[in-house]
């Protein structure tokens, strides 16, 4: 989640759900950050993943978690 996302409200709901079912989160400093990590030309304010072990894209998941684990706040 970015630590700049306007409205701030709405990431902290998140953050709160995230919590109350028990699934990592982190922030990032910035959403133009953040959308470049996922290769988008715009700013994104969150963004959740999840892997299933039988999942196709398992490995393309991993490949950009070191990129988004450097922008963590």
Do not use: C, W
Request: glycine content about 6%; hydrophobic content about 40%.
């Amino acid at each position: 989640m970015a630590a700049d996302a306007n409205p701030l409200a709405i990431i902290l709901q998140l953050r709160l759900l995230s919590e109350d079912k028990n699934v990592p989160y982190g922030f990032v400093y910035s959403k133009q950050a953040l959308g470049r990590a996922y290769g988008v030309s715009g700013p994104v304010n969150a963004h959740f993943v999840t892997i299933k072990e039988s999942s196709q894209l398992k490995q393309q998941i991993q490949a950009f978690q070191p990129t988004i684990e450097k922008l963590q706040v």
